[in-house]
Structures are given as structure tokens and as C-alpha cells.
């Protein structure tokens, strides 16, 4: 799989921000570059310590390869048209199909917003019983 998100980066000239990604230049003091991704203000799957549908551990992972691990589960939620290679959102043609849900992922961050909504809904549950 790991594989598989590298050719994805590769293909939308993502930055490898993963541990087998990072340049040995990224550690030298002084280097400006990031080294954490940046999380959003609203809610985004980097809080994940574990892939909810396979129990793979994140551990390591960076915010967008999680994002797409999980695409990988929601594939059939995420897209309505599985066989359309231009995302319904923007107009993008993304060239083939199976680059679908990763686009959603990335540039729509679909998978956060569908996890948010349980989330939110978990979180006023907690909220009424605890009155």
C-alpha cells in the first residue's frame, strides 16, 4: 500500500512528508522546512492513531497519508460516479478514475468531513448525557 500512496503523491506533486520520504537535508539545523503537516482548524484524521475500518497503526504516517488510507475504505461514500475521471467538486480531470478518491481526500479533504460528522455526533451524544 505504501507503494500505491507514493505513486499517488507522485502523480499530484504532493511533497513526501512520510518517514521514508523525509531528505537527510530536512534534519540539518537551520533547514526552515516543516516537518509536521499542518492541521487545520476544523477537525482533519491526523488525531487517528489507527486506520478505524483495518486497525493498521499510523504511527509515523503523515495527515495526508492517512488521508488516503482511509479513501482507500471509503471509496464506495467518498465517490458517486466510479468510473468518472472529472471530480464532480471542481471540474479536475484527475486521468483516471482510481485517482479519485485520493483526489477527494487531498484537495476536497472528504475523508475529514466524513469522519467530522460522526465525530460531532459522538461528541453531542457525550455532551447530553453528561448533563
Known amino acids: 500500500i ?6 499517488i503523491r507522485k502523480h499530484f506533486g504532493l511533497e513526501g512528508d ?3 520520504c523525509k531528505k537527510a537535508d530536512a534534519y540539518e539545523i537551520g533547514d526552515e522546512k516543516e516537518l509536521t ?3 487545520d482548524e476544523k477537525f482533519d484524521v491526523g488525531i487517528f492513531q489507527s486506520c478505524s475500518f483495518c486497525e493498521t497503526s499510523f504511527a509515523g504516517i503523515d495527515l495526508n497519508c492517512k488521508r488516503i488510507h ?3 475504505h471509503l471509496r464506495d461514500k467518498l465517490i458517486t460516479n466510479p468510473k468518472s475521471k472529472i471530480c464532480e467538486k471542481c471540474g479536475l480531470n484527475v486521468g483516471s478514475p482510481r485517482f479519485m478518491a ?3 481526500a487531498l484537495a476536497h479533504k472528504a475523508v475529514d468531513k466524513y469522519f467530522e460528522i460522526d465525530f460531532k455526533k459522538a461528541e ?3 455532551q447530553t448525557e453528561a448533563v
Request: net charge positive; charged share 25%; hydrophobic share 30%.
Open 124 to 126: 453531542k451524544t457525550r
Open 37 to 39: 503537516p499542518d492541521l
Open 102 to 104: 485520493g483526489h477527494l
Open 70 to 72: 482511509l479513501a482507500s
Open 2 to 7: 505504501v507503494d500505491t500512496l507514493h505513486k
Open 18 to 20: 512520510c518517514n521514508c
